[in-house]
């Protein structure tokens, strides 16, 4: 019987200075800065920081909601793209897609941030790409040659991080990092985690019951923060447990509000629900959504499911 091999499962190769090789090539998608029939939105790339060159995708919906025959400001949502720390970025076609049905639905101003990837750029470069752009927006708020979406459109007031998989992990972080700084005019509602990616060195579970997955199997998973986490530590680093002990732990109650999205023969489900037990003893106001019946990559794979979180967004964001 062959060895169980997480870098092929991963499409991944291994080379010698610690970098890796993807072999797969995913399909991406074009801005689309000008309004096209029966497309709900409209989007542009900009530039967040030309060192590291980190970039964001910026959409707003062509169908904007007025009070008074003035068009109303639509809150700002900082979106973090799945993909394992390793794979995509916004221009992704999921990923594009997800973030043009939650601006036009929820409706809101969507910045898509595309962050480094790991092995290349191992955490927290992530968590600075997420604050970067953060403190980006922030500049436009000043700045009256901004960028006009955001200063014509944008609540500052009314900022969302929202994350999917690991993205859910960035969103975490870059929260406490950037409600450690001076963020005005901005200010965070709230943070968005769907199916948020945590560990531990030691197994919950659910990481044993469904250790085979076949999407994420347990190598695989460990195989991710071996590639991710800073080199010399653990999955009990901060960066991958949050029920770890440390300094980080006194920041957590200005988080202020988080809905948590979970589902069921998800290895990491009972991580999910121990985090959010986390957060409530820590003072924060959670909404932890569950399901108990059990389904995968919702927003990837089932529409019907996709609408179920976006409507736990919209019920969310105020």
């Not at 797969?24 to 590291?52: H, M, Q, R, W, Y």
């Not at 793209?81 to 594009?96: E, L, Q």
């Not at 897609?97 to 595309?114: D, G, K, W, Y």
């Not at 948020?196 to 460990?222: C, H, K, W």
């Amino acid at each position: 019987m062959s060895k169980f091999d997480p870098y092929e499962h991963l499409n991944i190769r291994l080379n010698p200075d610690g970098t890796v090789t993807r072999l797969l090539n995913f399909p991406s998608a074009d801005a689309n800065p000008e309004a096209l029939p029966g497309n709900p939105t409209v989007s542009k790339d900009v530039t967040i920081n030309l060192e590291t060159k980190v970039w964001a995708r910026i959409y707003l919906p062509t169908k904007l909601p007025s009070n008074d025959n003035t068009v109303a400001r639509l809150p700002i949502i900082f979106y973090f793209h799945g993909g394992r720390f390793i794979f995509y970025t916004p221009a992704n076609v999921m990923a594009h897609q997800a973030c043009s049905t939650l601006a036009s639905e929820i409706p809101a101003v969507v910045v898509s941030v595309n962050y480094r990837h790991a092995p290349e750029h191992r955490l927290p470069a992530q968590y600075e790409d997420a604050v970067d752009a953060i403190h980006w927006v922030k500049k436009q708020a000043f700045d009256p040659q901004g960028e006009k979406w955001l200063r014509d459109y944008g609540d500052f007031t009314r900022c969302y991080l929202d994350g999917r998989g690991n993205g859910g992990n960035i969103a975490f972080h870059a929260a406490l990092r950037a409600l450690s700084t001076d963020i005005t005019p901005l200010k965070i509602n709230g943070i968005i985690l769907n199916q948020p990616m945590f560990g531990g060195v030691q197994r919950m579970p659910s990481e044993i019951n469904y250790a085979t997955d076949q999407l994420m199997p347990l190598p695989v998973i460990d195989l991710i923060w071996e590639l991710a986490l800073p080199k010399g530590t653990d999955r009990d680093h901060r960066f991958c447990n949050p029920l770890s002990d440390g300094p980080f732990k006194h920041k957590i109650c200005s988080i202020g509000r988080c809905l948590v999205i979970g589902f069921n023969m998800d290895p990491l489900f009972d991580r999910m629900q121990a985090f959010v037990q986390m957060l409530v003893k820590n003072g924060v106001q959670v909404e932890a959504r569950f399901d108990d019946v059990g389904f995968r990559d919702i927003d990837l794979v089932d529409k019907r499911r996709a609408q179920a979180v976006l409507n736990f967004i919209k019920d969310f964001i105020i």
